[in-house]
Antibody, heavy 122, light 110 residues
């Protein structure tokens, strides 16, 4: 049974870098047709896709966040990570990691983590 | 502002049918599949519909999706109290080379 678990600091200071890790169990992160993604939900707002990464290192990033986002994947640890630099209060959100099915025209998130609240505040 | 447009709220009484709309453009809904997710705050979002109208195993057939041109809709029949949640449409956007979500619709079961 696939499980994803987010981890990382719950509080980050403005202008610093937010770092989160997602640990995957019950499935291989090197399976073809699956990217691994990050999505966030700010308080009172809707879901926003941040980016997705394939085990080869191929990435897709949300253009509105691209200049501040770096994603990486560690196959030996079955983990993938998100770094978001120069954060502001607008980056306060619940951050979700998810498996991103990516085959042909199919592009959907079929399994999600429970989410991690990250607050940006001094 | 979201690339895909949804009504912010919808409501219905138990047993009724509720429909949630999602409007996009030729670069997303018009040329790609539409997906629907259900989200109860504090829990993991759940895939409800993929490929416009397909249900993953375990999703009741009370949930159905459709697409026409650059718009899509999610219908929930036989409304139940546990359907009270936020619903999001999503699609791949060819111009942005990424996933776009609707702003979400908060469903209230009266």
């Amino acid at each position: 049974q696939l499980q994803l678990q987010e981890s990382g600091p719950g509080l980050v200071k403005p202008s610093e870098t937010l770092s989160l890790t997602c640990t995957v169990s019950g499935a291989s992160v090197t399976t073809n047709n699956y990217y691994w993604g990050w999505i966030r939900r700010p308080p009172g707002k809707g879901l926003e896709w941040i980016g997705s990464i394939f085990y080869s290192g191929s990435t897709y990033y949300n253009p509105s966040l691209k200049s501040r986002v770096t994603m990486s994947l560690d196959t030996s640890k079955s983990q993938f990570s998100l770094k978001l630099s120069s954060v502001t209060a607008a980056d306060t959100a619940v951050y979700y990691c998810a498996r991103h099915y990516f085959s042909g025209w199919d592009r959907y998130f079929d399994s999600w983590g429970q989410g991690a609240l990250v607050t940006v505040s001094s | 502002q979201s690339v895909l447009t949804q009504p912010p709220s919808a409501s219905g009484t138990p047993g009724q049918t509720v429909t949630i709309s999602c409007s996009g453009s030729s670069s997303n809904i018009g040329n790609n599949y539409v997906y629907w997710y259900q989200h109860l705050p504090g829990t993991a979002p759940k895939l409800l519909i993929y490929r416009n109208n397909q249900r993953p195993s375990g999703v009741p057939d009370r949930f159905s999706g459709s697409k026409s041109g650059t718009s899509a809709s999610l219908a929930i029949s036989g409304l139940r109290s546990e359907d009270e949640a936020d619903y999001y449409c999503a699609a791949w956007d060819d111009s942005l080379s990424g996933v776009v979500f609707g702003g979400g619709t908060q469903l209230t079961v009266l």
